[in-house]
């Protein structure tokens, strides 16, 4: 039997899972502060919104776009934020195509705690390029995704994009 080892997972597995409380911190408020967009996974920062790789993807290349403000309903948003929360899809979308030529993607912000939003309080819209056959049977079988890149190294990769393409 072969061995598949994703040590990585075991920082997701472990997390508590409830959504933030009052007084419990926002990752989604605290990455943008943190200093270090390497560190972060920050690819691109808007006005109202920045662009992050996925810490825990469902492929290589998983990005969200999430409004610095944090908010749960998209009503909520400014005309301004829901505007810029739009450009900055359609610029993750367009860096992933240009880096990573995927066949396609899911985009979609789950609302709420019963539709999946990992932080309900904030939401959040998900990236997320496809390749035709990517599905295999690791997680259909295996309940095991597969991702072929470092994070690091995809984030090198895009990044580099960013740098060159800026809005």
């Given at each position: 039997?072969?061995?598949?080892?994703?040590?990585?997972?075991?920082?997701?597995?472990?997390?508590?899972?409830?959504?933030?409380?009052?007084?419990?911190?926002?990752?989604?408020?605290?990455?943008?502060?943190?200093?270090?967009?390497?560190?972060?996974?920050?690819?691109?920062?808007?006005?109202?919104?920045?662009?992050?790789?996925?810490?825990?993807?469902?492929?290589?290349?998983?990005?969200?776009?999430?409004?610095?403000?944090?908010?749960?309903?998209?009503?909520?948003?400014?005309?301004?934020?829901?505007?810029?929360?739009?450009?900055?899809?359609?610029?993750?979308?367009?860096?992933?195509?240009?880096?990573?030529?995927?066949?396609?993607?899911?985009?979609?912000?789950?609302?709420?705690?019963?539709?999946?939003?990992?932080?309900?309080?904030?939401?959040?819209?998900?990236?997320?390029?496809?390749?035709?056959g990517d599905n295999n049977f690791m997680p259909v079988l295996g309940h095991t995704r597969v991702l072929p890149e470092a994070l690091d190294a995809t984030w090198a990769k895009l990044s580099e994009?960013?740098?060159?393409?800026?809005?």
């Amino acid at each position: 039997m072969e061995l598949l080892h994703a040590y990585w997972r075991m920082e997701y597995i472990s997390a508590p899972k409830e959504s933030p409380e009052k007084g419990k911190r926002n990752p989604f408020v605290d990455l943008p502060l943190l200093g270090d967009d390497r560190k972060a996974l920050i690819l691109y920062r808007g006005k109202h919104t920045y662009l992050i790789l996925n810490k825990f993807p469902y492929n290589p290349g998983h990005c969200m776009a999430i409004p610095f403000r944090e908010v749960a309903e998209l009503e909520l948003l400014s005309e301004a934020e829901r505007n810029d929360l739009m450009a900055t899809i359609v610029f993750g979308k367009q860096m992933l195509s240009a880096t990573m030529r995927p066949d396609g993607f899911n985009v979609g912000i789950n609302l709420g705690t019963a539709a999946g939003a990992g932080v309900p309080t904030h939401l959040h819209c998900h990236i997320v390029p496809r390749w035709s056959g990517d599905n295999n049977f690791m997680p259909v079988l295996g309940h095991t995704r597969v991702l072929p890149e470092a994070l690091d190294a995809t984030w090198a990769k895009l990044s580099e994009w960013v740098s060159h393409n800026r809005v």
